[in-house]
C-alpha cells in the first residue's frame, strides 16, 4: 500500500512563491516516479512535474523556469518549488505515483494566487 500526503498549500499574491510536499508511505520510494498535477475549477486535471527515481525532470510548458521538483530520498519526499506564481496557477494541486498497476493519489492541497 503507498500513501501520498501533500502539504504546503496557500494563499500567495502574483509573484509570491510557495513549496509544496508530498511524503509517500512505503519502502518503495528509492523506485518510482513521482508526479504533480493540478485540477482548476470547472477544468481538466492537468499534469504540472515529474520526477523519476533517477532524479530526471520533466515540466508543463506552462511551469518551466517557474517550478522546480525534486526528491529528498531519505525523507521518502518530493517537494515543489513554485516561483513567480500567477493567478492561472490557482488549483488544486495534486502527487501521484504508479505501482505495480495501480495508480495513487494524494488528496490535494489547495494553491490561490490572488491580490
Known amino acids: 500500500q503507498v500513501q501520498l500526503v501533500e502539504s504546503g498549500g496557500g494563499l500567495v499574491q502574483p509573484g509570491g512563491s510557495l513549496r509544496l510536499s508530498c511524503a509517500v508511505s512505503?519502502?518503495?520510494?528509492?523506485?518510482?516516479?513521482t508526479n504533480w498535477y493540478r485540477q482548476a475549477p470547472g477544468a481538466q486535471r492537468e499534469f504540472v512535474a515529474r520526477?523519476?527515481?533517477?532524479?530526471?525532470?520533466n515540466y508543463a510548458d506552462s511551469v518551466k523556469g517557474r517550478f522546480t521538483i525534486s526528491r529528498d530520498n531519505a525523507k521518502s519526499t518530493v517537494s515543489l518549488q513554485m516561483n513567480n506564481l500567477k493567478p492561472e496557477d490557482t488549483a488544486v494541486y495534486y502527487c501521484?505515483?504508479?505501482?505495480?498497476?495501480?495508480?495513487?493519489w494524494g488528496q490535494g492541497t489547495q494553491v490561490t494566487v490572488s491580490s
Open positions: 512505503g519502502s518503495i520510494f528509492y523506485m518510482i516516479t
Open positions: 501521484h505515483t504508479y505501482w505495480r498497476g495501480t495508480a495513487y
Open positions: 520526477i523519476t527515481s533517477s532524479s530526471t525532470t
